[in-house]
């Protein structure tokens, strides 16, 4: 379709305006080719006639739909220009509130001059990993992209922000920068981001300023680049500075001020850091109160003060540094205020007494006569001599001011490099960001050389611009497989040719430069004589001191005055040589000479575009257009080696009110900034850009049915294309996306519209047609009544007359008389017919209470029977259940007294070692004796030898001697008889155990044979008991078919009572016709009365005869007869055989009565018998395997004791009888073989040896039923006892008893069997299963005597675990560390783990060993931790020790003995409380690991559910046919790679919640916890989706809300299902229910307001106005939300409380609490599972 043709009526254009720029209009009629004049009608009403050239239309530019107006990019508009722009940039800006739109690749960022709440912490979160599109246009999400295509494609980006002063390019640089810091945090102690982001206030200090544009306008271009390690994370960072303007240092304008960085000192004067600098207040400084304005409007100067020097300690500036900086500062202050007079005609001079000098000269120190001579002379070398000449006080003044220009430039220079510095990437960055906040085009009333410098550094930026967009172009249509075609674009390189290249602007301004005498007039002739020839250079018609360039964004006339001064930034040289000389080395060393080096970036290399030539002269060299031009070159060569991100910055108005639009500045700026410039290269090519998907949902209504039921919607769309737009050159088929020129939407939307308004038409007519009908319809019936109503009564005037009344009161009267006769007559009747009824009526209910109560005579009989057969059912059951009961007791009581002697009989193997080891000691003590006997006879006899050489010298000492050897002797003796005793005791106490060891074997022997019996006993009573129910089977299934019989008997009766109640039925029916005879002829009554009386009477004999047949074997004779008249006189009356008749119906219901009632008792009977016969099958089934198990024990026992036996070499008498009883089951197993091989082989000696061997059993069995016999009296006299017990209590004590002991019993055997399965299902601890069932059997034939005489009740365990103190390392390991959730005894019984830590906490307690307690708990709680840092993602792992933790928690209470804990805890638990220990502090410590726990599970919880949210909540269609998605156009980065995700719906989150719950559940959540966990989600849920909601204007529509709601309605009833109402956890979704709300409600009038403000209390004001003001219609037929009624809105809310935050807080998290919860888990009846691996743990 042809641009032409969519100039038809009703459609609207833009026309020009002086005003507005653009202004709208309505198309009258439609525009033809040919015609002179298009017909407007304006918004006010007026007619408008647009003049056209009929031979070359050109036509205004046409309005979008209002559908399509507001959208978040520009490019996503059908027609694309100028107002087209213009006026969706002003319903965004003014109505919806909105700064940022997206064009294309560029961001449009209008400044709103307000602080508005879209920078928090929340909102950077909110954007970080989204993808550019999905949320709203912001400076984040370019931030975002560009960290996302850095990590991804590993390349540097760069983000470029430009435009006028004021409009915001130092907000958002400074937001881009502290996105990048938030989102890439390193973690490190250096704090590097914090570093990155405190230079932005030292450089707006001292580079930035207000100007009448802004009142923090950056006078200096920056170029900022963030660098990254590997990990992508922040590193450091390099700053680069572009042309400060120096001048503002000596020259304000009227209302600017100089840079911020003076009047944050003066401001400070009063402190005592700044004494020494003599500062006084701004306005008595000449460089800062020059403009006569020193302050800002809500700007702080000394707290700015306080932020710039905290941000030069944060960076690592001292305060030696910051010292000299505020001296060299001070000093540019007073050098200001240096008065230069007038001496003479060309002279000037400098009073030496001023005191600004003197303070100057002394903060600098410089010399004050040196400085005064200089500022006024000038030194001019000639060839022969040097020539000293004064200057004139202007030449000082400006001496003076390039002086303190220079100070301040070298300054800001220091102050950069020690940013740097501190900024400094201690090795390679891997990549950087680099963000770029420079000037954009400026154009004065007067322009000068910076304005020169700032247009040619846009014209490079614009032209790399254009090559990128150009660039981007090209991809996407290779990416969609699109053929390419040339687009014409603007090229501005001639302009730049015409400043930079050779012959130039720039190098004819150099080149001037280099003369003495060169002046800016003369090098503006050579600019008319060189550049004369170019179309892009003009020289004015009205002056001769300037010159016109032709810039990309307008013509710039720039006045030459000035320019070479600038370009030279000359100084003195003796000034120079004066600063260089002076004692302050901070100074000295600014102006020392440096060789001249080539800038360079320490994070890329870069080379020139082409080589520059070296220049001779030094004063060429340091010039500022050409020290700036190399730094344009170095930074376009960085720009180019990265990826751009571009942001252009708007200044709505001039006079910085906030949401004010002023088109015409507005527009001047797009124009300048390059955002026209891609709407026109984007609207030369195919502009709208839909995906297919999204083309079909918007265009399926116009699709006819067969297009629409093709189940491919790419060729769907193809199809509706081709016949709706014929010329296929209007739009181009792509891979995934179809391309639209300009204008084909809009066509495509009006043809949506015509459609839409052709179906409400045709609505509207049925609905008016069906409403007319109905008004028709009901006033016709209306005029039929009122016809009617007057036909009648003209009838009745018609024929009223005297004789028509008089008939009619004669005919009254008569009809009075018959009428009054005719009720007498019929009140006869009724009466005698009552009479009778009653009569008859009144026997029946007699009849009827006799019958009632025979039969509750007879319940009553019935009932006795049945309730004695269920109380001796039930009795029967519950003697089969204790027997049951008292024989798993009475195994679990061997066992027991099995582990028992197994622990006596290791006592008596060590005590025997004791004294083996006695002995021996004895007998080593014996032979030490013996050794010191020998030694005393040797001293005796050399005492002898010395004896007889000196007899009279040792008479004293042999008597000595005599009495040593006399207690020697008795020593001897006494150790003799010691030793005599002791060998004797030992040998006695070795006969002693060897005695008990054989009569242990013996008895052993015999119990094992009394066993033995015993099963078999047991197993022919079992069979006895198996052939007997079998019998009984059979006698039932008898007795069942016999009743079967019967009942088809019955039933065949009853049919022959039926058939003969249907004869008697005909005969019945010929009654009313006899009455009828009888009235009819009453003259032939007694003629009929002896014939009816014959039939009466055999009638009522054919009745009683039914009767009796009926009721002869049912009722008793009594009711028989009441059934049947005794009257027999009157039997002959009609009414009497009525009453027969009825009496005869009665027995037949009587009948069918009790076959019911007799059928219903044989059903009963049968059941009964089935339920007995299932319940002997079960109990058969029961004793079947319960024999079958005790067999298969039998066998293992006999296995494991020859095994065992054979192994124990101890004790010579066990070996023998060990030998006999394998060579013994060797014989067996030779015997069973033979038998096997009896049929084959029929060998003669193996048959008598197996004669042989069944005598002997025979032997045996006769010997294993005298044991059965004898065990069989000791059971009968244990029921005997029992009796006797049973009889002495009372019956109610007495049920209570034996239903608490089978309860604790059958828990007793649950639990153990629970703990067996296990084992048997895992395979793990089949041997220890064996050997502990081997060590049972072994001593069962000492403890079985015992265990006849033992008690009923059992030893009670104490619900503690015995361990080894070197076992602990083990226990952790086992329990904690190696213990997985999935685990089969995990899964079966919940916080196993904290019960058994627990009763070894109770074991330690009950030794009152402190040091292992302590130790133990520690160890517990290291290794939880252990486990949960080394797994602190697996959220089942955290589910399970947040389950089992806070089990623990829950035991550590209940059993600390304290009262408030014991309230519900049992006896029992009261008894095995703690005794010795305090755990208060442990409990403290676990419920803080708790707390870890949890927050870190629901960390998982979020990061595993958040994916989910928002395409489940807010994406998804839930509602199917309601589309609230309106496709947007949105041209997403070419160089961006969108990958397939995973597609989440509303089922998506609630699977994901019933997993959690599910999991929770598995392992034993406290459901309080579980409540808790539930609630932090749905407030996640909540959060996160009102958040994008307020990010996402594509949200904010009225189907949407709608899609809320049903989301929200899905949770609830998630919550019902799972029973979590009462967690509270919907109260959190209500700020969203109420945002959803807020977008379905009526927005226009007062009482819709006033309903907002009242319903909606769970959102902020913020909130509820950005909801309103980003309200997105989704048809032409919604309307907008008008600004006057969010003002209205926002004047109610003015005085509501609320947060002034936009963005939920989704990391807030709820206080979690621990309730206490009591266990009604017996510690003593736990069972440890072997596959545990904790056999180390000892139940005591």
């Avoid at 005879?1077 to 009638?1099: G, I, P, T």
């Avoid at 307001?1649 to 959102?1659: D, G, M, N, V």
């Amino acid at each position: 379709m042809s641009l032409l043709e969519l100039y038809t009526e009703y459609n609207r254009v833009w026309i020009p305006d002086t005003e507005h720029v653009w202004k709208s209009a309505e198309i009258k009629r439609d525009f033809n080719s040919g015609d002179n004049v298009l017909e407007l009608l304006l918004e006010d009403g007026t007619e408008h006639c647009y003049p056209v050239d009929p031979s070359k239309p050109q036509l205004p530019p046409l309005r979008n739909p209002d559908i399509l107006v507001g959208e978040n990019d520009l490019t996503a508009l059908s027609y694309l220009h100028e107002p087209a722009v213009l006026h969706n940039l002003k319903v965004r800006f003014v109505e919806s509130r909105i700064i940022y739109t997206y064009c294309g690749i560029i961001l449009v960022a209008v400044n709103p001059y307000k602080q508005l709440p879209l920078y928090g912490d929340a909102i950077i979160h909110a954007y970080s990993g989204k993808n550019m599109g999905d949320m709203d246009p912001h400076i984040f999400a370019v931030a975002e992209e560009a960290y996302k295509q850095m990590a991804r494609n590993h390349k540097n980006q760069s983000i470029i922000v430009s435009g006028e002063s004021g409009a915001g390019k130092t907000v958002s640089a400074r937001y881009a920068m502290r996105y990048f810091a938030v989102v890439s945090k390193s973690g490190s102690k250096t704090r590097v981001e914090d570093k990155v982001l405190a230079s932005n206030p030292i450089t707006e200090a001292i580079g930035n300023a207000k100007t009448t544009r802004n009142d923090n306008s950056s006078r200096f271009g920056k170029y900022t680049e963030i660098s990254f390690d590997k990990k992508y994370q922040i590193i450091g960072a390099n700053m680069r500075t572009y042309l400060l303007e120096k001048s503002r240092v000596v020259f304000q304008a009227d209302n600017e001020r100089n840079y911020h960085i003076f009047y944050q000192m003066c401001a400070c004067a009063h402190l005592p850091e700044f004494k020494n600098l003599r500062l006084l207040s701004a306005d008595k400084f000449s460089y800062t109160c020059m403009s006569g304005d020193i302050t800002i409007e809500g700007v702080d100067d000394e707290k700015d003060m306080e932020e710039t020097r905290r941000t030069f300690s944060l960076l690592g500036l001292n305060e030696d540094f910051q010292s000299d900086a505020f001296k060299v500062l001070a000093a540019v202050l007073h050098l200001g205020n240096v008065e230069i007079r007038n001496f003479g005609d060309d002279k000037s001079s400098v009073p030496p007494s001023d005191p600004h000098l003197a303070v100057f000269c002394e903060l600098l120190g410089v010399c004050v006569e040196g400085l005064v001579r200089w500022l006024c002379h000038r030194r001019i070398v000639l060839v022969a001599e040097t020539v000293v000449k004064p200057v004139p006080k202007e030449r000082a003044v400006n001496a003076r001011d390039a002086l303190a220009k220079q100070i301040y430039a070298h300054l800001f220079d220091c102050i950069i490099n020690r940013i740097n510095t501190a900024l400094q990437v201690p090795g390679k960055p891997h990549a950087f960001i680099g963000v770029l906040d420079i000037y954009g085009f400026e154009t004065f009333d007067v322009n000068s050389f910076e304005q020169f410098c700032i247009n040619y550094a846009n014209e490079k930026l614009q032209q790399q611009f254009n090559l990128h967009v150009f660039k981007l172009e090209q991809e996407e249509y290779m990416k969609e497989d699109i053929p390419w075609t040339l687009i014409d674009f603007y090229d501005n390189q001639p302009v730049i040719d015409l400043i930079e290249t050779k012959m130039g602007i720039l190098d004819l301004l150099d080149e001037e430069c280099l003369f003495p005498q060169g002046t800016d007039q003369s090098w503006l002739l050579k600019l008319y004589n060189y550049l004369d020839a170019s179309p892009l250079f003009e020289k004015p018609r009205l002056s001769n001191e300037a010159f016109v360039i032709q810039h990309f964004a307008d013509k710039v006339e720039y006045q030459c005055r000035g320019f070479l001064e600038k370009n030279r930034d000359a100084l003195y040289q003796e000034l120079v040589d004066m600063m260089r000389a002076s004692q302050f080395p901070f100074l000295a060393n600014f102006f020392q000479e440096d060789e001249p080096k080539t800038v360079t970036s320490k994070s890329v290399n870069v080379r020139p575009a082409r080589p520059l030539v070296k220049p001779a002269n030094k004063q060429l060299r340091t010039s500022v257009g050409n020290k700036f031009c190399s730094s344009l070159s170095l930074l376009m060569e960085t720009l180019n080696a990265t990826t751009p991100h571009y942001v252009r910055c708007i200044k709505p108005n001039d006079e910085k009110l906030p949401f004010e639009y002023d088109s015409r500045r507005v527009v001047q700026q797009l124009r300048a900034c390059g955002v026209l410039e891609t709407i026109r290269i984007s609207a030369q090519s195919y502009p709208s850009r839909w995906t297919y998907i999204e083309f079909y949902s918007r265009y399926s209504i116009l699709m006819s049915h067969l297009e629409a039921d093709l189940s491919d919607k790419k060729q769907t769309c193809k199809n509706v294309l081709q016949r709706l737009i014929q010329d296929s050159n209007q739009y181009k088929f792509g891979r995934t996306k179809i391309f639209f020129r300009a204008g084909q939407v809009a066509y495509l939307e009006k043809l949506r519209l015509d459609r839409l308004r052709g179906a409400c038409v045709t609505i509207q007519k049925h609905a008016r047609g069906w409403s007319q009908r109905r008004k028709y319809l009901t006033m016709r019936e209306a005029a039929i009544v009122l016809q009617q109503y007057i036909r009648g009564k003209k009838a009745i005037r018609k024929t009223v007359s005297a004789a028509t009344l008089k008939q009619g009161w004669a005919a009254y009267v008569i009809q009075t008389h018959w009428r009054g006769y005719r009720m007498r007559q019929i009140y006869q009747v009724v009466r005698r017919a009552s009479i009778t009824i009653q009569a008859f009526t009144r026997g029946w209910i007699a009849r009827k209470q006799y019958k009632k109560m025979m039969k509750e005579h007879k319940a009553l009989v019935l009932q006795k029977y049945a309730r004695a057969w269920l109380a001796r059912r039930r009795f029967q059951t519950m003697r089969r259940l204790v027997l049951n009961v008292q024989l798993s007791y009475r195994v679990q009581q061997l066992r027991k007294k099995i582990d028992e002697q197994n622990k006596e009989n290791r006592g008596l193997m060590e005590r025997l070692t004791s004294l083996a080891n006695s002995h021996s000691q004895t007998v080593d003590r014996l032979h030490g004796l013996e050794a010191q006997l020998d030694k005393s006879s040797n001293q005796k006899a050399s005492v002898e030898a010395r004896e007889r050489k000196a007899k009279e010298d040792a008479g004293l000492t042999i008597a000595q001697l005599h009495r040593e050897k006399n207690a020697l002797n008795l020593e001897k003796q006494n150790l003799e008889k010691k030793f005599e005793a002791s060998t004797k005791e030992v040998k006695e106490s070795f006969d002693h155990v060897k005695r008990n060891l054989l009569e242990e074997k013996e008895n052993e022997v015999r119990l094992r044979k009394i066993a033995e019996n015993s099963i078999e006993i047991q197993r022919q009573d079992h069979e006895n008991e198996v052939e007997t129910l079998k019998e009984e089977i059979k006698r039932l299934k008898e007795e069942r078919v016999s009743l079967q019989r019967k009942m088809e008997e019955g039933a065949q009766l009853n049919s022959d009572l039926q058939e003969q109640v249907i004869q008697l039925t005909k005969h019945v029916k010929a009654i009313p016709e006899l009455r009828r005879d009888l009235n009819n002829l009453q003259n032939q009554r007694n003629n009929l009365d002896q014939k009816m009386k014959q039939q009466s009477e055999q009638a009522k004999a054919k009745m009683n005869e039914i009767a009796r047949q009926l009721l002869g074997g049912v009722v008793e004779e009594e009711v028989l007869l009441g059934l049947t008249p005794d009257d027999s006189e009157k039997i002959y009356e009609t009414e009497d055989l009525q009453a027969a008749f009825e009496g005869l119906e009665k027995a037949t219901r009587i009948l069918e009565n009790f076959k019911r009632e007799q059928r219903e008792s044989y059903e009963t009977q049968v059941e009964g018998l089935k339920l007995k016969v299932d319940h002997f099958q079960n109990e058969n089934s029961k004793l079947q395997n319960l024999f079958q198990e005790k067999s298969n024990v039998n066998d293992s026992i006999r296995d494991e004791v020859s095994r065992l036996s054979s192994e124990n070499s101890v004790i010579p008498e066990l070996k023998l009888q060990v030998s006999e009883l394998q060579r013994q089951k060797q014989e067996l197993e030779g015997l069973v073989e033979e038998q096997n091989r009896e049929l084959a082989d029929k060998n003669k000696e193996i048959t008598n040896t197996l004669h042989k061997r069944i005598t002997e059993e025979s032997s045996q069995r006769r010997h294993f039923e005298e044991k059965a016999e004898e065990l069989e009296e000791a059971k009968t006299d244990l029921q005997g006892r029992v009796e006797e017990l049973k009889e002495e209590n009372d019956h109610l004590k007495r049920q209570q008893l034996i239903e608490s002991e089978i309860k604790s019993k059958l828990r007793l055997e649950m639990s153990h069997l629970t703990a067996e399965n296990m084992d048997f299902e895992e395979q793990l601890d089949q041997k220890d299963r064996l050997i502990k069932k081997l060590q049972i059997k072994m001593k069962s034939l000492e403890t079985s005597q015992r265990a006849k005489q033992a008690s009923a009740i059992p030893k009670d365990y104490l619900g503690m675990l015995e361990y080894k103190r070197e076992d602990e390392p083990r226990l952790i390991q086992n329990i904690i560390l190696d213990l997985k959730p999935k685990g089969v005894v995990v899964s079966m019984i919940p916080n196993l783990p904290a019960y058994i830590l627990f009763m070894c906490v109770r074991h330690a307690d009950y030794l009152n060993d402190e040091a292992r307690l302590k130790y133990l708990m520690n160890a517990v709680i290291g290794g939880v931790k252990k486990v949960i840092m080394g797994h602190h993602k697996d959220f089942e792992l955290l589910s399970f020790w947040l389950s089992n933790t806070y089990q623990l928690l829950n035991c550590l209470k209940q059993y600390s003995g304290e009262e408030e804990f014991l309230k519900q805890s049992t006896p029992r638990q009261k008894k095995n409380c703690l005794k010795n220990f305090d755990l208060s502090e442990h409990r403290q410590i676990l419920s803080d690991l708790a707390i870890h726990i949890y927050h870190q599970m629901i960390s998982v919880m979020e990061k595993m559910l958040t994916p989910a949210i928002v395409p489940g909540m807010l994406e998804h269609e839930s509602l199917q046919g309601i589309s609230s998605m309106k496709p947007t156009g949105f041209r997403k980065r070419s160089n961006s790679t969108y990958e397939d995700s995973e597609t989440y719906t509303i089922s998506s989150i609630l699977q994901q919640l019933t997993v959690f719950h599910s999991t929770l559940n598995h392992h034993g959540m406290d459901q309080g916890l579980i409540k808790q966990a539930v609630k932090q989600l749905f407030f996640l849920v909540g959060s996160t989706t009102l958040n994008n909601i307020m990010l996402r204007k594509d949200m904010c529509s009225c189907r949407k809300g709608m899609q809320i709601r049903c989301n929200i309605s899905y949770l609830d009833e998630w919550l019902k299902e799972k029973e979590l109402q009462r967690s509270n956890a919907i109260d959190t979704l209500k700020p969203l229910s109420q945002a959803a709300w807020l977008l379905q409600v009526n927005k226009s009038t007062d009482d819709d307001a006033k309903e907002i403000t009242e319903t909606c209390t769970e959102l902020s004001p913020v909130q509820i106005v950005k909801i309103l003001n980003s309200y997105t219609p989704i048809d032409d037929f919604e309307k907008r939300v008008t600004s006057s009624f969010v003002r209205k809105v926002q004047s109610i809310l003015q005085d509501h409380e609320g947060s002034t935050q936009l963005m939920q807080d989704t990391d807030y998290r709820f206080q979690v609490t621990f309730p206490f919860c009591p266990s009604s888990q017996a510690l003593e009846l736990m069972q440890i599972p072997s596959s545990l691996h904790l056999d180390f743990l000892t139940r005591i």
